[in-house]
Structures are given as structure tokens and as C-alpha cells.
């Protein structure tokens, strides 16, 4: 008999355009806030993606501020500053809208502003308390999921990350607008899509805490992204291909949330924290190599992956695919085309054994001198 615990947010929408009707749509989740904090980053607002929603609000009576500071692997002082802002304007609630940075401090924004626990107490596994204010998800990128995960990753030191993962950090609503995503570049469509593919591939093969309910999700996210991910890359307007992508996203999101991800994402931590690749480029990079180191044991699973997908069942058969996905796309697919050397490879491999909530999940131990190998393999 299996036996599991499954959590996610409670509340999801899926409407394109629903960003536009954020203060009818959100009335239950904000509970009665009249101060509300958004976290974004200058890009996005720079866009204008957040007008109709923050004007919205406002017609709505509701006091906005808007803290556009964030930016990729978001550092401390950073999270920091926005909890500071949000204090100092009173607010009552928190919405997080952008790609996986700004829902992550977000998260954190909200616990920091709702209690009195310090951030530095929060890294790790279940340790992050609260209370938090009420928060709001929308996702602009399709790709990490964050709008329904526990988990906030920041940047530590110069080159280091650590991630808070607990119960309170799963926002009360998720808001998933196709419209947000219309404009996203080619190459941030397919790395931020790959990331989703790889979260959901990883939660399947999960050594600690992967489930039914899980697998389930993962399948139906990996059936979605598949179907889509080369849609949406040739055709940046296509609604349903970016509908699709938004939805396996989230799907993947709460699959790995409740199973997490393993050595795919520990050996990408040091290739963004170090050289400052984006998070969904720096999984594509490992992604094949990873999957071959993991072969012996989770092979099996990974044929099956294959034939839900509708490639012949063998586990060869889903590593290439990954591959060809990626060069179908057009993404980078060697460390050396994003500046790393040879050099480079034994500090990252040292890096990337610091990630142990993450190499726990791995189907198969993972040694420095294994990471040294599978970045050789990537190089």
C-alpha cells in the first residue's frame, strides 16, 4: 500500500485575460485587503503586462504599490528590501507577477511582511513558519511552476543558492492569463518550457516522496509541453500552444512540489549562480547527461515516460527527444557555448554537492566526482 500526503494552492484560475479582471477574480483570496504589495521585475512592468491588473485594483478602491527590483536568482538584500517596502506601506496582501524571481520573493515578501520570522531562519525544508499575508501567483513565463510550489530559491553569497521549502509558502490563488505570455521571446519560450519538461521528468523519478497523484500530474504535464513546447516556439502568438505551455507548467509545478526534482537541478544551481545562465537554460544543459548517469536505475521509468508521449518505450528513446527538442528550438546545448571551459568544471562539481535537499531526490547517489563527469559529458 502507498501512502502520501499531496498539497497544492487552492485556488486556480485559467483565463486568458483574466490578469484584466484580477479584482473581481481575487476578492476571496486577497481577504478583505484594502493595501496590496506587487513584486514584479522592470521587465515586466516595462512591458505594461501589469496596467490592467494593478489598474483594476485600483478602480476597485484598493491601494497599490508596485516593487519592480527584482531580479534573476534574486539575491538577499534584494528580498529584504521588498519585505522592508511592503512593511513600510502597510500592506495586506502580496501578489507576485513575472517569471519564477519575482513569485519567489514574493513568497518570501509575504512571510517576511506577515511575521516576525527571520529569513535566515527560513532556509531548508519545513522550516519557514509564518503567518504570511494573503498571496496572489500570476506566472508571465511558462516554465517554473513557482505559482504552486512551496519553494522560494535565493541567492546566498556571490555564486551560492538556497531554497526555502514549507507549507506556508503555497499561495492562495494561482492565476494563469495565456495573454501575459503572447510577447516571450523565442529563446526564454524554450528554456522556460524545457525547465517545466525537466521538473516534470524528475518528480516521476523522485526517490523520496513521489506518489500517484504526482505521477499523474507529471504525466499530463509532459503530455501537454510536449504537444506545445515547438508550437509555441515557432508561433510566439499562438494562444493554445501558450495556453498549453502555462498548464503543463502548473501541472509539473504541483508534481514536483509534493515529488521534488534531483540532480538535474542541483547540477544547474552552480551553472546560473556562477556564470549567470538563466535556470531553464542551465537544466537543458545537464538534462541528457544527468538522464544517461541516472539510466541503470531509473531507466525503466523513463521508457515509460517514452511511450506515454508516444515514442518507441525505451528509455534511449525520451533522452533523444530531449536532445532533439532542444535543437528543434533552438537553445543552447553545450557548456561552451555559454562560457564555461574545462577549467570551470571542478569548482561547479563542489558547488553542485552543496544542493542536498535536491541530490536526496535523485533515484541514484550522486558524487563530486560523478557531477565532475556529467559536466565533462555536457562540456
Avoid: W
Amino acid at each position: 500500500m502507498t501512502t502520501f500526503e499531496f498539497r497544492t494552492v487552492p485556488h486556480i484560475v485559467s483565463e486568458p485575460g483574466a490578469s484584466k479582471r484580477l479584482a473581481a477574480l481575487a476578492g476571496p483570496a486577497l481577504k478583505d485587503a484594502n493595501r496590496v504589495f506587487i513584486v514584479t521585475d522592470k521587465g515586466v512592468r516595462g512591458a505594461g503586462l501589469l496596467e490592467d491588473a494593478a489598474g483594476g485594483l485600483e478602480d476597485a478602491g484598493i491601494a497599490v504599490e508596485i516593487y519592480d527590483g527584482v531580479v534573476a536568482d534574486p539575491p538577499e538584500r534584494v528580498v529584504l528590501e521588498a519585505a522592508g517596502k511592503a512593511k513600510a506601506f502597510g500592506a495586506e496582501a502580496v501578489i507576485g507577477f513575472g517569471g519564477g524571481s519575482p513569485m519567489d520573493t514574493a513568497k518570501l515578501v509575504a512571510l517576511l511582511a506577515g511575521g516576525n520570522q527571520a529569513l535566515s531562519e527560513m532556509y531548508g525544508v519545513g522550516n519557514a513558519t509564518g503567518p504570511r499575508l494573503p498571496l496572489i501567483l500570476i506566472p508571465t513565463t511558462a516554465g517554473t511552476g513557482s505559482e504552486v510550489t512551496p519553494i522560494a530559491v535565493v541567492t546566498t553569497g556571490e555564486t551560492t543558492k538556497m531554497g526555502v521549502s514549507s507549507p506556508p509558502l503555497y499561495a492562495d490563488m494561482a492565476v494563469l492569463d495565456a495573454d501575459l505570455t503572447l510577447g516571450l521571446p523565442k529563446h526564454v519560450t524554450a528554456a522556460t518550457g524545457i525547465d517545466a519538461m525537466v521538473h516534470a521528468i524528475e518528480s516521476i523519478t523522485s526517490k523520496v516522496k513521489r506518489n500517484p497523484v504526482s505521477e499523474a500530474l507529471a504525466l499530463a504535464a509532459l503530455s501537454k509541453l510536449h504537444g506545445a513546447i515547438e508550437r509555441a516556439c515557432a508561433d510566439g502568438g499562438d494562444r493554445e500552444a501558450r495556453s498549453d505551455m502555462l498548464t503543463g507548467a502548473l501541472l509539473a509545478g504541483q508534481a514536483f512540489a509534493n515529488a521534488p526534482v534531483g540532480a538535474v537541478h542541483a547540477l544547474a544551481y552552480p551553472i546560473g549562480g556562477i556564470f549567470h545562465v538563466p535556470h531553464g537554460l542551465s537544466n537543458s544543459l545537464v538534462l541528457p547527461h544527468v538522464l544517461r548517469f541516472n539510466l541503470d536505475v531509473a531507466g525503466a521509468d523513463y521508457a515509460r515516460i517514452a511511450g506515454h508521449l508516444g515514442l518507441p518505450a525505451k528509455a534511449g528513446a525520451l533522452i533523444e527527444e530531449c536532445e532533439r527538442i532542444a535543437e528543434a528550438v533552438g537553445i543552447e546545448r553545450r557548456l561552451t557555448e555559454v562560457g564555461i571551459n574545462h577549467n570551470d568544471l571542478p569548482r561547479m562539481a563542489e558547488d553542485a554537492m552543496l544542493q542536498t535537499r535536491l541530490l536526496m531526490n535523485n533515484p541514484c547517489d550522486v558524487t563530486q566526482d560523478d557531477a565532475l563527469k556529467i559536466y565533462t559529458a555536457a562540456l
